[in-house]
């Protein structure tokens, strides 16, 4: 399950097909982009059932299949709360709420809304804040589809860069490789078609996601012999979730028998007694409120999809669509990360959860530790600690470790190297869903299951290019570097910054490579940004007292307040300096040093944690100095851009059942339902 894994000519084929088809979805929708606003706004021309699985589907990317797969096994069933918590009601609030905002006031995206709202200098925070999260979230999803090929296709594309000048080169591995030539398919058919191109393959891709992964999920299901037994093994992992490499607190050999299967009940009782280590309130505050509304009514990533449709009516519709398959979507994502915990847990036919592969550019220092250690006689922790920093591994097998140190006077490199990745035990939660697809698909299956894959994470590359190279070109370089010039000129800007997005995204990929979970590292990315933007947003669409000077002290307050956070605080088995706490590094303290109030049970109690914060403090210093300025704006400046200032939108000669005030009740009383069936 480890290794690479047999692709027969059928499933080559199938992922072949799904290559050349998008491909040339870009070069068919190449002839119909005469504009900037054809390139970056679909000409809002877009029907609302085509944005509607669009918006869900630019969600849909590594952070929904790897990081919600991963986060099932290793959280249980208290990550649907990001569907029934953390997103249908600010999707619903979207729809009713800010959709009219949106699109009534034509501004081309987020940041110029603020701009509309409140200035200049807003926006630009807005828009830079925004451009550095497009690019980090893109490159979670590079990195999870480059480590994914290296895992499945058996072709060995390790190379090296001659250095003429300094003498060597860099050894580059078939992760690189894979990196770049990925990269560079989504770069051809995101020029070619622009934002329509990213549609219409996004609404492909939902299709090929689900056709892909529902049979993975039914066979898993079976396997492990159904729901009652599931929750049974689950029960197994909470008795001593050590077993399977999970992090707890020292003072806790387990958890109720509940904990990975019950989505209510152990985060009522305390953070130590749920895997996830919160409680309630930063489950509903942190995530039920300032990430999910901050993530879903103010990420241009989604909005933007939204803003495509071909009337107001159509984008109010567009998130209300979205939220009923994304309802049911944790069946499909986090139901599979809790089959694979239940399968490791019981061993079934020698599974076990996917370890970290060690980085192909990582075997030299590797190889050299152990051969150092072995000729030192280094045993125990600090042979432990020599080997694993070498290979950047955290957590080794000591017993596989001592049997390699004795044996490696008589060992090649290539019998050190292999056992090296032998004693890795460290659970690499980004390959759970690739070892279940491997595990139960057989060939055309597996073809298409891994084209499921491979759509997930386009997708997710697609969309964050497209937002960051709207807001780049008409919210930075329009507004402040190149002013008045042709429509033409800023299309050939958006092209150009197309390919710089794709470069950055892919530098920041080997740095997203540090997080075991794609789930960790996009919430606190979201954290940074999305969490003090809703506050900003929060007041400034429904207090029209709010000032620009407020808004824009707030926001960047709130964005700093996350900054101090994430440097005094840490999790449980984090490195510091990697994960946060790089203030105490620079203080020259080690974790132990560290007061355990600032040391959080998990990556994610500590993301929500650092969200409440960040919005705790944009909102009060928004509050404060808005009462302590005075206005720049007239209620006519304001008049669609305030709630209290805004004729409401009329819905005449629309069926009562369809206008969004009522799905949105529809869509409200079913996650009520299934929080009910699943408490």
Same mark, same amino acid.
């Given at each position: 399950?480890a290794?690479?894994?047999?692709?027969?000519?059928?499933?080559?084929?199938?992922?072949?097909?799904?290559?050349?088809?998008?491909?040339?979805?870009?070069?068919? =929708?190449?002839?119909?982009?005469?504009?900037?606003?054809?390139?970056?706004?679909s000409?809002?021309?877009?029907?609302?059932?085509?944005?509607?699985?669009?918006?869900?589907?630019?969600?849909?990317?590594?952070?929904e %299949?790897?990081?919600?797969?991963? #986060?099932?096994?290793?959280?249980?069933?208290?990550?649907?709360?990001f569907?029934?918590?953390?997103?249908?009601?600010?999707?619903? +609030?979207?729809?009713?709420?800010?959709?009219?905002?949106y699109?009534?006031?034509?501004?081309?995206s987020?940041?110029?809304?603020?701009?509309?709202?409140?200035?200049?200098?807003?926006r630009?925070?807005?828009?830079?804040?925004?451009?550095?999260?497009?690019?980090?979230?893109?490159?979670?999803?590079?990195?999870?589809?480059?480590?994914?090929?290296t895992?499945?296709?058996?072709?060995?594309? *390790?190379?090296?860069?001659?250095?003429?000048?300094?003498?060597?080169?860099?050894?580059?591995?078939?992760?690189?490789?894979?990196?770049?030539?990925?990269?560079?398919?989504?770069?051809?058919?995101? @020029?070619?078609? $622009?934002?329509?191109?990213?549609?219409y393959?996004?609404?492909?891709?939902?299709?090929?996601?689900?056709?892909?992964?529902?049979?993975?999920v039914? =066979?898993? %299901?079976?396997?492990?012999?159904g729901?009652?037994?599931?929750?049974? #093994?689950?029960?197994?992992?909470?008795?001593?979730? &050590?077993?399977?490499? +999970?992090?707890?607190?020292?003072?806790?050999?387990?958890?109720?028998?509940?904990?990975?299967?019950?989505?209510?009940?152990?985060?009522?009782?305390?953070?130590?007694h749920?895997?996830?280590?919160?409680?309630?309130?930063?489950?509903?505050?942190?995530?039920?409120?300032?990430?999910?509304?901050?993530?879903?009514?103010?990420?241009?990533?989604?909005?933007?999809?939204?803003?495509?449709?071909?009337?107001?009516?159509?984008?109010?519709?567009?998130?209300?669509?979205? &939220?009923?398959?994304k309802?049911?979507?944790?069946?499909?994502?986090?139901?599979?990360?809790?089959i694979?915990? &239940?399968?490791?847990?019981?061993?079934?036919?020698g599974?076990?959860?996917?370890?970290?592969?060690i *980085?192909?550019?990582?075997?030299?220092?590797?190889?050299?530790?152990?051969?150092?250690?072995?000729?030192?006689?280094?045993?125990?922790?600090?042979? @432990?600690?020599?080997?694993?920093?070498?290979?950047?591994?955290?957590?080794?097998s000591p017993?596989?470790?001592? !049997?390699? =140190?004795?044996?490696a006077?008589?060992?090649?490199?290539? &019998?050190?190297?292999?056992?090296?990745?032998?004693?890795?035990?460290?659970?690499?939660?980004?390959?759970?869903?690739?070892?279940?697809?491997?595990?139960?698909?057989?060939?055309?299956? %597996?073809?298409?299951?891994?084209t499921g894959?491979?759509?997930?994470?386009?997708? $997710?590359?697609?969309?964050? !290019?497209?937002?960051?190279?709207?807001?780049?070109t008409y919210?930075?370089?329009?507004?402040?570097?190149v002013?008045?010039? #042709?429509?033409?000129?800023?299309?050939?800007?958006?092209?150009?910054?197309?390919?710089? $997005?794709?470069?950055?995204?892919?530098?920041?990929?080997?740095l997203?490579?540090?997080?075991?979970?794609?789930?960790?590292?996009?919430?606190?990315?979201?954290?940074?940004?999305?969490?003090?933007?809703?506050?900003?947003?929060?007041?400034?669409?429904?207090?029209?007292?709010?000032?620009?000077?407020?808004?824009?002290?707030?926001?960047?307050?709130?964005?700093?307040?996350?900054?101090?956070?994430?440097?005094?605080?840490?999790?449980?088995?984090?490195?510091?300096?990697?994960? $946060?706490?790089y203030?105490?590094?620079?203080?020259g303290?080690?974790? *132990?040093?560290?007061?355990?109030?600032?040391?959080?049970?998990?990556?994610?109690?500590?993301?929500?944690?650092?969200?409440?914060?960040?919005?705790?403090?944009c909102?009060? =210093?928004?509050?404060?100095?808005?009462?302590l300025?005075?206005?720049?704006k007239?209620d006519?400046?304001?008049?669609?851009?305030?709630?209290?200032?805004?004729?409401?939108?009329?819905?005449?000669?629309?069926?009562?059942?369809?206008?969004?005030?009522? @799905?949105?009740?529809?869509?409200?009383?079913g996650?009520?339902?299934?929080?009910?069936?699943?408490?």
């Amino acid at each position: 399950m480890a290794g690479v894994v047999s692709l027969g000519h059928i499933d080559y084929a199938i992922l072949a097909i799904y290559v050349l088809f998008v491909l040339g979805i870009g070069f068919a =929708l190449k002839r119909f982009m005469k504009s900037s606003t054809d390139f970056f706004m679909s000409g809002r021309s877009i029907p609302a059932w085509i944005t509607g699985l669009a918006f869900i589907s630019a969600n849909l990317g590594a952070l929904e %299949l790897v990081g919600m797969a991963g #986060s099932g096994a290793k959280y249980g069933i208290a990550q649907c709360h990001f569907y029934w918590v953390g997103a249908i009601p600010a999707m619903v +609030f979207l729809a009713v709420f800010m959709m009219p905002f949106y699109y009534g006031s034509k501004a081309r995206s987020v940041p110029e809304y603020l701009k509309l709202r409140f200035d200049e200098r807003t926006r630009c925070l807005n828009s830079i804040s925004f451009a550095v999260m497009t690019v980090f979230a893109s490159a979670v999803s590079m990195n999870a589809l480059a480590k994914l090929l290296t895992t499945v296709l058996k072709f060995d594309l *390790s190379f090296t860069i001659r250095l003429p000048l300094v003498g060597g080169g860099i050894p580059l591995g078939s992760y690189d490789a894979y990196l770049w030539i990925c990269s560079g398919i989504v770069l051809v058919y995101v @020029l070619k078609g $622009g934002l329509t191109s990213a549609i219409y393959t996004e609404v492909l891709q939902f299709f090929m996601i689900v056709l892909g992964f529902a049979p993975v999920v039914y =066979l898993g %299901l079976k396997d492990v012999g159904g729901w009652t037994h599931l929750k049974g #093994s689950l029960a197994e992992v909470a008795a001593n979730p &050590a077993v399977l490499g +999970f992090h707890q607190s020292a003072d806790k050999a387990g958890f109720a028998s509940n904990a990975w299967t019950s989505a209510w009940q152990p985060l009522l009782e305390g953070p130590s007694h749920n895997p996830m280590g919160v409680d309630w309130f930063a489950m509903a505050f942190g995530l039920g409120f300032v990430l999910s509304f901050g993530y879903w009514c103010t990420n241009f990533l989604v909005v933007q999809r939204a803003m495509a449709a071909r009337n107001m009516s159509a984008a109010r519709r567009t998130p209300l669509i979205a &939220a009923v398959p994304k309802m049911l979507f944790p069946a499909l994502v986090i139901l599979p990360g809790m089959i694979a915990a &239940a399968l490791a847990v019981t061993a079934k036919d020698g599974y076990h959860l996917p370890h970290t592969r060690i *980085s192909e550019r990582a075997y030299p220092a590797g190889i050299s530790a152990v051969r150092e250690a072995a000729g030192q006689d280094l045993g125990g922790k600090a042979a @432990l600690e020599k080997i694993g920093e070498a290979v950047g591994v955290k957590e080794l097998s000591p017993a596989k470790l001592a !049997v390699l =140190l004795h044996d490696a006077p008589t060992l090649d490199d290539e &019998a050190i190297k292999t056992g090296l990745q032998d004693a890795v035990t460290e659970n690499d939660y980004d390959n759970v869903i690739t070892s279940l697809v491997t595990k139960y698909c057989p060939p055309g299956l %597996l073809g298409l299951a891994l084209t499921g894959l491979l759509a997930s994470f386009m997708s $997710g590359m697609a969309g964050n !290019v497209t937002a960051f190279n709207t807001v780049w070109t008409y919210d930075i370089y329009q507004a402040y570097m190149v002013r008045n010039r #042709s429509d033409a000129h800023y299309m050939w800007m958006g092209r150009v910054v197309t390919v710089v $997005g794709i470069g950055l995204s892919i530098l920041c990929a080997y740095l997203v490579s540090n997080w075991k979970n794609a789930m960790d590292i996009i919430q606190l990315v979201f954290g940074f940004v999305n969490a003090p933007l809703f506050a900003t947003f929060l007041l400034g669409m429904f207090w029209k007292r709010t000032t620009s000077h407020g808004a824009f002290f707030g926001l960047l307050g709130g964005t700093l307040t996350s900054a101090l956070f994430h440097a005094l605080t840490t999790a449980t088995g984090n490195v510091l300096g990697i994960k $946060g706490g790089y203030l105490w590094c620079l203080l020259g303290k080690t974790l *132990s040093d560290v007061p355990q109030r600032v040391v959080f049970p998990s990556d994610m109690a500590q993301n929500f944690w650092l969200a409440a914060f960040a919005f705790t403090a944009c909102f009060g =210093l928004t509050l404060v100095i808005s009462v302590l300025t005075r206005r720049t704006k007239t209620d006519d400046d304001l008049r669609g851009l305030v709630y209290s200032l805004t004729p409401k939108a009329r819905e005449e000669g629309q069926a009562w059942y369809l206008r969004p005030a009522v @799905l949105g009740i529809v869509l409200l009383a079913g996650c009520v339902v299934l929080n009910y069936i699943f408490w």
